[in-house]
Structure formats: C-alpha cells, structure tokens
C-alpha cells in the first residue's frame, strides 16, 4: 500500500511529482496525511486534512458527497478497512483559539482546525490499526521546542494503534510513543513510502533526481 506524506498539490510541480507516484507504482490504494490539495486522482486515496485544502471541497467531503472529487475518501474522525487494514483518521490541526468551540461554528480558513468535538468522535472509535492525523504527538519532533499536541497523545491512548502516521512538519522522524509506533512522514515531493498489509512494516524510499 502506498503512502505520502504533505503533498501541496496545488502547486503545479507538487502536484506532478504526487501524479507521479500514481504512474509509477500503480498502487491499489494509497493512504496519505494531509495537505493534499488535489481531489481528483487515479487510486483510491483515504486521507486526513491538513491545514492547507480547498475547505469547501473538504466540507463536501465531511458531509459523505463526492461532487467535483475522484478516487478520494476523507476520515474526518472516521475509520474505514482498507486493504485489510483499519484505518481511522483525524482531520485537521489545532489551535487553542478554536478547540473548545462548536464544528459548525468554524467557517472560512477556520474550518481547516479540529475541535472538541472532532477528538472526542475519534476517540470513539474502534479496532484501530493505523491512525492518520496532521499534528503530531509530543515527544516526537523538536524545533527547541515540542510542537506536538496533547490531544494527539490522548488519542494515541485512547486507540493503541499499532502504526501512526503525522503529516505537517515535512520531516521524516520516528519514536514509539504511548506503546505506538509514530512516523512523521517527509512531503511526497522527497519521499514516498509503502505499508505492508500484513505485518504493518513501513518502508521509506527517498526520491533521486531522475524520480
């Protein structure tokens, strides 16, 4: 199985070098983990969203419509078995200036946040393999400073997957956190990476100039 990380395809070239992945690997299904920006693609897709996406297009996804968009499938607090593997996701990043409020109080750019609400769904959820978020924990990356986000944490206690999977900080970091492994995964325009279904080993393969 397939897996990118932040793609920022709506950027010409980022969005050649995502398309490329498709034709190149011809994969089944892909998972990735925001940022995507581009709703039409080959594969089947299940993705989180980041904090840069085309909201109205996101908020047609959250609401089960596939107007305008092919082949791609949004876990807003959600789960689905993909290729044998259940996979949920948290869509969205935090800011402490929206969480507490209301989904259907957030509009505009406002929308590309998770709230309350969002977390407390995800945390429902069961029988997690793999979960896919935007943030990232704490304890996995620093800057002189951790970025990551407790919310992030509770879910990865709440859940116990066995695999989680961070875009945002386009970086390729890992750790084992709360009994989980954690990857922050590189931008798709670097690295792309593959899952097996089996054994939910992740394989990193970084791109060389010709790719």
């Not at 909201?55 to 607090?77: M, P, W, Y």
């Not at 969480?99 to 429902?124: I, K, M, N, P």
Request: glycine share 8%; charged share 25%; aromatic share 6%.
């Amino acid at each position: 199985m397939l897996v990118l990380g932040d793609a920022h395809a709506s950027d010409p070239d980022r969005r050649e070098s995502l398309l490329a992945h498709y034709r190149r690997l011809e994969p089944d299904a892909v998972l990735q983990v925001g940022d995507l920006e581009c709703y039409e693609l080959p594969a089947p897709t299940w993705f989180v969203a980041g904090n840069n996406e085309a909201f109205d297009t996101i908020e047609v996804l959250r609401n089960g419509k596939q107007e305008g968009t092919r082949n791609v499938h949004l876990l807003a607090s959600a789960a689905a078995t993909v290729e044998g593997v259940r996979v949920a996701g948290l869509s969205g990043n935090y800011a402490p200036t929206q969480y507490d409020r209301l989904r259907a109080e957030l509009s505009g750019d406002r929308r590309r946040h998770f709230t309350h609400e969002d977390v407390e769904r995800a945390a429902e959820l069961s029988t997690v393999d793999v979960l896919l978020v935007h943030e990232a924990p704490t304890g996995l990356l620093s800057y002189g400073y951790d970025p990551g986000c407790e919310y992030i944490d509770g879910l990865l206690e709440s859940l116990s997957p066995e695999l989680c999977l961070v875009g945002h900080h386009h970086s390729h970091r890992e750790a084992e956190i709360a009994g989980t492994r954690v990857v922050s995964l590189a931008p798709a325009w670097e690295r792309y990476y593959e899952l097996d279904q089996e054994t939910l080993a992740l394989e990193s393969h970084e791109l060389d100039s010709s790719e």
